[in-house]
Nanobody
């Protein structure tokens, strides 16, 4: 049974930093590209970032480029999202997703409503002003 579990969310002041983690089990982790998404109350899901199987290719939405960094450790079956210079508008539930297709992940991060293979349950990030 595949499980995708996010952690690391919390309450932080504007300008602060958080690191989210997402650990996947029940699958061959390095067969999957990984992505981060977020959804604020009353808003549609927004793609944040994606990372290639090997970790050497990454993609960011314009809203987080230069502030967030995605990385992965295939030995630990974990993908990370380092978030810096946080803003109140970054407040959202953050979700991790896995898919075998890079093209699908990038399309989803760009906003296409695609059925990615696996999703986590999310971790809440709240940025106070």
């Amino acid at each position: 049974q595949v499980q995708v579990v996010e952690s690391g969310g919390g309450l932080v002041q504007a300008g602060g930093s958080l690191r989210l983690s997402c650990t996947a089990s029940g699958l061959t982790f390095d067969d999957y590209v990984m992505g981060w998404f977020r959804q604020a109350p009353g808003k549609e899901r927004e793609g944040v970032s994606g990372i290639y199987w090997s970790g050497d290719i990454t993609y960011y939405s314009d809203s987080v480029k230069g502030r967030f960094t995605i990385s992965r450790d295939n030995a630990k079956n974990t993908v990370y999202l380092q978030m810096t210079s946080l803003k109140p508008e970054d407040t959202a539930m953050y979700y991790c997703a896995a898919d075998t297709q890079w093209a699908a992940m990038i399309r989803a991060v760009r906003g296409d409503d695609l059925p990615l293979d696996y999703w986590g349950q999310g971790t809440q990030v709240t940025v106070s002003s």
